[in-house]
């Protein structure tokens, strides 16, 4: 846990990584704030609509415009962060709870089962990013709940072999020799030994991921088997916006760059925490603070 | 450096099993999992004929594993079911749009990979220069950037306020009309040089320029940032100082030895890039319109066309499924420690 | 006569991101033709940083603070790139310490050897492959064939260190620097490379400098042994003498550190204290904290090398009067 205070020291002599931070921080309060700081909330969740206020251009009252419905976007777009803050746990969260048993049990026993898990793990992985999601979600029906479901089952694999890798690294330790000569017996080693050092990557890898988590879901969204209308999540507002973008270019665009605003804060922080945990690069990040 | 037999047909041996499980999962996800598969089969206007139909057809009175078995040879059969939105063959509609899809794909895809690979060396080589810190900045925005976003934000730019470029479908009608331009391959780059028509060439590069463009940002931009790091990587590893050590000339180094050793894990990483540039696709040629499995495939979402969907997943997966093989083929003949 | 090889006041320093490294001070000595000689002391005596600057192999964080090295006239410090071609992998070259980690193990041990020729004789593929082929029988390799075909992770550690040895031999160079070659490998690996080396020396008409941290290893490989301690020579004599009558302090202590097995009821010895901090240039004897027979003058000043017997120098305040 100490070395998170050494990252935090770092990242804040780093402006590019410290913006990063920033953008992830804001998102994720942004998130969870946002229903309560909304100034048009009927706006927002859609159970408004003013035909005299259509399409308005981006204004001081209108900071981001109003869509078909004269519904105000900037309202509309801080609430969507509410349902990508929500899918991105959502996902992460699911695919880390089918995937890090699967990939405990599988790395930690091996042999028949191990395999077997492996293997599925393998089919599964056949398949390119999201077009599970996309069979999923089309069997499963529309809507948030079941967008979750479905990106998280096309995500487990990954933790799976991540945490695979990481128990047959530990596995091999001294420590749990130790462990084993002193008699203990193999779940208490699995979860008191092998677990929490297994476990640190993967969860860094996940709490990254929910960057990614946000673009896969905005993608289903837009292709309308994702979160349905009408609950602001960013990808859905976009393709509403899609049919009047020669005349309203505002409806689109802001909640795609909120999309890429935020994906990028983790994209950044994911290059710092990378470079981070690479001893050599992190030396010359200490040196230019000692010295 | 040949790759033994051996280790090819394991290879292939892998692949079929690898599509086979595919086979399995999808059967799974469509069969198994929806309480009435006949109802989404039949799509959300069929009577109740039609749904009774759907329910022979697809068997779903037999025991499971019978149900796999048909699925199976249906599978093979090329009987995958009627799209009940084109009314066709739901196999043809897809080899119809796969030309289309392919030719965009694998334009955008070599794309991304070259350039964003010589992007990469030049940042590696020119580490901390402004010429590095542009191309850095450029490739995390690009891998932070949502295809369907920035393909609309193309078509407005460059389609609709400066005119520019085309904003929709692979060629214009009247030219195709006008030379007497006509498909053989379906690849229409190739077929109209085949046929030496020069005009409908170019129209079709011009239709293609931004979708390929906008396809390619996310696998270049990855490819960017990998390549980077990995030359900047090998250029620290022992070999180089003692290469140079023993009278190697710097250029030699570095473009015959060290670009190799940065080169192979991006190689190796570029299925999954391509995976996610098919993914990308469907929503590109949605909006470009462009007639391939991705316009195909989301028009099927969005008018809860069952079989098509189920069809093109398939097709998808055991696409992505041999180029990954062929990736991987390419990494063991780069790399001789791989071939185990 | 020009001296064959002269390192004259020779201080070199790293820059890391924690600061300097002084990594050795003033070292001068020369080296006739023929000759093989040890430098021998502990991590961070400098003798590798002396090695690497001989070979032109300096990592690029090096810097040369001041001094020359001498071959035949010629500054090796300050060559163009043009000119430096001329000398690195031809007339000075260089076998490292990790067999494995100085071989690219994306290309077999053909394609590597004979771009080495290729780049340093200006030989064809054919004839770069017949000579390397040659070298591989020379080191003892006399599976030549399958050796140009493989690739360096098909080879054990002790094959592979041969055919380092043979690269590094091929160009036929008049100087070979070897850093630590044998610490990598086991006792029994170790002495055939030993053998390998007084063999090839021989033949090829080599003058050898030989890094080690083991004086068992220096005695046996080399005419002449130089101690070096904190990146300063500290004595600098002929082999035998050197080991049996140490002149400085700081040799005497280390070969009073090897444990004899034949002298029962003798504890296991060692120096008290540490290296001294390397960040700083030296402005007193490095050895002056651990030695015991610390004068005044030995925090003072810093000692120059005097020749006490013929051909043998040592830097202490013992000698100086």
């Known amino acids: 846990m100490s070395e998170m205070r050494v990252m935090f020291t770092l990242m804040r002599g780093n402006a590019v990584s410290m913006a990063g931070f920033i953008i992830v921080i804001s998102f994720i309060a942004l998130g969870i704030i946002s229903p309560y700081i909304l100034t048009r909330p009927e706006d927002a969740w859609g159970t408004a609509y003013d035909v005299s206020k259509r399409y308005l251009p981006p204004s001081i009252e209108h900071p981001f415009g109003t869509d078909e419905y004269g519904r105000d976007m900037l309202n509309r777009v801080i609430l969507g962060a509410r349902f990508s803050l929500m899918i991105a746990v959502g996902v992460v969260g699911l695919a880390l709870m089918i995937g890090i048993p699967l990939g405990l049990i599988a790395g930690y026993f091996g042999g028949k089962l191990g395999n077997a898990i492996m293997r599925l793990t393998d089919m599964f992985l056949a398949f390119p990013p999201l077009l599970l999601a996309i069979a999923l979600a089309a069997t499963l029906g529309r809507g948030l709940g079941n967008a979750i479901l479905s990106l998280a089952i096309s995500w487990w694999p990954w933790y799976t072999r991540l945490i695979y890798v990481q128990v047959n690294t530990v596995k091999s330790m001294p420590y749990v020799d130790a462990a084993k000569v002193l008699g203990l017996g193999d779940l208490k080693i699995m979860f008191k030994h092998v677990l929490p050092n297994a476990l640190t990557p993967v969860m860094i890898q996940a709490a990254l991921d929910m960057g990614s988590a946000v673009l896969e879901a905005a993608g289903l969204s837009f292709l309308g088997i994702g979160v349905q209308p009408p609950t602001p999540e960013w990808g859905l507002l976009v393709s509403q916006g899609w049919h009047s973008i020669n005349v309203a270019w505002w409806i689109s665009f802001f909640p795609g760059l909120a999309i890429l605003i935020t994906v990028l804060g983790f994209n950044l922080l994911t290059d710092f925490v990378r470079e981070f945990m690479d001893p050599r690069l992190r030396i010359t990040m200490m040196a230019k603070r000692v010295i | 450096m040949p790759l033994s037999r051996d280790y090819l047909m394991k290879r292939l041996i892998l692949l079929i099993f690898v599509m086979f499980g595919v086979l399995i999962i999808t059967f799974v996800i469509t069969r198994v999992i929806p309480a009435r598969p006949e109802l989404l089969w039949a799509g959300p206007h069929a009577t109740i004929e039609q749904i009774e139909r759907a329910r022979k057809e697809l068997r779903l009175d037999q025991p499971i594993y019978i149900q796999l078995g048909y699925y199976l040879i249906d599978f093979i059969r090329g009987n995958w079911g009627i799209s009940w939105r084109t009314k066709s063959s739901v196999l043809q509609d897809l080899l119809n749009a796969l030309p289309a899809t392919l030719e965009l794909i694998i334009l955008a895809f070599f794309a991304a990979a070259l350039l964003g690979i010589s992007l990469g060396i030049v940042a590696a080589l020119r580490r901390n220069r402004i010429i590095d810190s542009i191309i850095r900045v450029f490739s995390v925005l690009g891998a932070s950037m949502p295809v369907f976003w920035l393909s609309l934000i193309a078509l407005l730019l460059f389609s609709s306020w400066l005119g520019w470029l085309p904003s929709s479908k692979r060629v214009d009608e009247i030219l195709v009309i006008g030379t007497g331009f006509h498909p053989i391959t379906g690849f229409y780059l190739i077929d109209s040089l085949l046929q030496g028509n020069l005009p409908v060439f170019v129209n079709v590069l011009n239709h293609m320029i931004l979708p390929a463009a906008v396809l390619s940002l996310y696998p270049m931009s990855l490819s960017v940032r990998m390549t980077r790091a990995m030359m900047i990587e090998v250029m620290q590893e022992p070999f180089i100082r003692s290469f140079i050590a023993w009278g190697l000339p710097k250029r030699l180094v570095i473009y015959k030895y060290a670009l190799k050793n940065a080169i192979v894990p991006v190689i190796a990483s570029l299925g999954l890039s391509f995976g996610y540039t098919i993914i990308g696709a469907f929503m590109v040629e949605l909006i470009f319109v462009w007639p391939g499995i991705g316009l195909y495939t989301s028009m099927a979402l969005l008018s809860f066309d069952y079989p098509a969907i189920v069809g093109a997943v398939i097709i998808v997966a055991l696409f992505y499924s041999a180029i990954n093989l062929i990736v991987d083929l390419i990494h063991a003949w780069m790399d001789p420690r791989v071939r185990f | 006569m020009m001296e064959f090889l002269k390192l004259e006041d020779l201080s070199i320093l790293y820059e890391t991101p924690f600061g300097l490294v002084h990594a050795t001070t003033g070292v001068s000595f020369d080296v006739r033709r023929g000759e093989s000689v040890c430098l021998v002391g502990e991590s961070g005596s400098g003798k590798s940083t002396v090695g690497l600057a001989i070979a032109m192999a300096l990592p690029p964080n090096a810097r040369i ?123 029994m690996l170790q002495a055939q490379i030993l053998e390998l080396f007084e063999k090839l020396r021989e033949e090829l008409e080599l003058t050898l400098i030989f890094i080690t941290h083991n004086l068992g290893v220096a005695s046996e490989v080399c005419d002449r042994i130089i101690v070096m301690y904190a990146g300063a020579l500290v004595e600098d004599g002929p082999a035998d003498e050197v080991i049996s009558r140490p002149m400085h302090p700081y040799t005497a202590g280390l070969l009073d550190c090897v444990p004899r097995a034949h002298i029962r009821d003798r504890k296991l010895r060692s120096i008290p204290g540490s290296l001294p901090d390397l960040s700083r240039p030296l402005i007193h004897c490095p050895f002056a904290e651990r030695c015991e027979e610390i004068r005044e003058i030995c925090m003072r000043a810093i000692p120059t090398p005097v020749e006490v017997n013929p051909g043998h120098r040592v830097s202490c305040f013992k000698y100086m009067g």
């Open chain 3, 65 to 187: 603070r001041s001094g020359r090295i001498l071959y035949e006239g010629v500054d090796l410090l300050r060559l163009s790139e043009e000119e430096r071609k001329k000398y690195s992998g031809r007339e000075v070259s260089i076998v490292f310490q990790d067999p494995a980690a100085t071989l690219n193990p994306l290309f077999t041990i053909g394609e590597q050897v004979s771009d080495v020729l290729m780049s340093n004789l200006g030989l064809k593929k054919e004839e770069a492959l017949d000579k390397a082929k040659k070298f591989l029988e020379m080191v003892g390799l006399s599976d030549s064939e399958r050796i140009l075909r493989s690739f360096p992770h098909e080879l054990s550690g002790g094959m592979l260190q041969r055919v380092n040895i043979a690269i590094a031999t091929s160009t036929e160079p008049k100087i070979l620097v070897a850093d630590e070659p044998t610490t990598m490998l086991d006792v």
